[in-house]
Nanobody
Framework: QGQLVESGGGSVQAGGSLTLSCADI?????????LAWFRQAPASREDHEAVAVLDSADATYYADSVKGRFTISKDGSRKTLSLQMNSLKPEDTAMYYC????????????????????RGRGTQVTVSS
């Protein structure tokens, strides 16, 4: 319970698409929760950036840099969290992490990477120009 494993990363040219997946999220079902994708660019001194967040009330948050291009969702079986990434740009290159926080609601603030109780180890996304 609480083990999150990301998959779907890879290398793609600018303008391309990737879909990231995170399993297994079934443990959040009985709770109020936030499910999130964070990213950290290579050799970056910046903290992990919240890319997209989905909560148990189906409220969402997207970083301005990805609005209209990325979509966060849960699959029909509720076992995985997905991040559909379209129109990828070189600046999207980063390690992407899945995270879950129990008791969280988007309307109350999305927190930061380190406030999430459960975090995966990441999957690398590289976008070439």
């Amino acid at each position: 319970q609480g083990q999150l494993v990301e998959s779907g990363g890879g290398s793609v040219q600018a303008g391309g698409s990737l879909t990231l997946s995170c399993a297994d999220i079934t443990f959040v079902a009985p709770h109020v929760y936030c499910l999130a994708w964070f990213r950290q660019a290579p050799a970056s001194r910046e903290d992990h950036e919240a890319v997209a967040v989905l909560d148990s009330a189906d409220a969402t948050y997207y970083a301005d840099s990805v609005k209209g291009r990325f979509t966060i969702s849960k699959d029909g079986s509720r076992k995985t969290l997905s991040l559909q990434m379209n129109s990828l740009k070189p600046e999207d290159t980063a390690m992407y992490y899945c995270a879950a926080d129990l008791g969280c609601r988007v309307r109350n603030g999305i927190g930061n990477f380190y406030t999430y109780n459960y975090r995966g180890r990441g999957t690398q996304v590289t976008v070439s120009s």
